[in-house]
């Protein structure tokens, strides 16, 4: 369940990172600041529960590849080798996280 806490606050971030460059007036600048408070109130909440680092590392992942995405799909910016390759390194890294941390919220101790 936590995890999934940390994946909707990673949606939340894109939608405020986003809203950073992009707002315009007062509805977005508002949105954009409720984006903020929903994004940092989920990390909190998760990472109480769970290994701090490793939330933090796939909040921000995950955060960076969807904004890179809507960037991509919605606004134009430039789509090369580069960014697909570290993109794929990104999401590979937060995948690995997420394999190495245990039910419990606790990072896998190999014996």
């Known amino acids: 369940m936590w995890w999934f806490v940390v994946a909707v606050a990673a949606l939340f971030e894109i939608g405020w990172a986003t809203g950073l460059k992009y707002a315009y007036d007062g509805l977005t ?5 409720a984006a903020i408070i929903v994004s940092f109130t989920g990390l909190l909440m998760a990472s109480t529960r769970l290994p701090t680092a490793t939330v933090y590392a796939v909040f921000v992942g995950l955060g960076t590849l969807g904004t890179v995405v809507v960037d991509m799909i919605f606004f134009g910016a430039g789509i090369n080798a580069g960014v697909i390759f570290f ?7 937060v995948i690995g996280l997420k394999f190495v941390t245990d039910e419990n919220g606790k990072e896998a101790q190999e014996t």
């Open 29 to 33: 600048w508002t949105l954009t600041i």
């Open 87 to 93: 993109v794929i390194m990104l999401l590979a890294g």
